[in-house]
């Protein structure tokens, strides 16, 4: 399965989720697509055979038709590492899961800037 990696998401998920002769991931920055918008970037994915697309924009969905789409989409509800680090399996279920022209969410917690009450 041919993974395409949007480049708001951690390195260290890819690295991380790279499982020999499962997946080949491939980020936007590598294919040279950083400066794609979201339509643009879904038909260069296609075009090159990338079977999923996972990305932290989750604002994707609602900007885009995945009817008659060959590439799967992905979102994660968070891109910091220290939180999407904990979902490993259920980042990897959902790309595993993929049909083309599908959506999946994939909630991962959430990041936020402000601590916590307390001593």
């Known amino acids: 399965m041919r993974v395409l990696f949007d480049h708001n998401l951690p390195q260290k998920l890819r690295t991380n989720l790279a499982v020999p002769g499962n997946h080949e991931i491939v980020t936007t920055s590598g294919m040279g697509w950083a400066g794609l918008k979201n339509g643009e970037l879904l038909r260069a994915a296609e075009e090159s055979s990338f079977d999923v697309f996972v990305t932290g924009d989750?604002?994707?969905?609602?900007?885009?038709?995945?009817?008659?789409?060959?590439?799967?989409?992905?979102?994660?509800?968070?891109?910091?590492?220290?939180?999407?680090?904990?979902?490993?399996?259920?980042?990897?279920?959902?790309?595993?899961s993929a049909v083309p022209g599908s959506f999946q969410a994939v909630d991962c917690g959430r990041f936020s800037r402000k601590k916590p009450f307390g001593p």
């Open 58 to 96: 989750k604002s994707l969905i609602d900007e885009q038709n995945l009817a008659g789409r060959r590439l799967a989409i992905v979102t994660l509800s968070a891109n910091n590492w220290p939180i999407v680090r904990n979902y490993l399996p259920r980042i990897l279920a959902a790309i595993d």
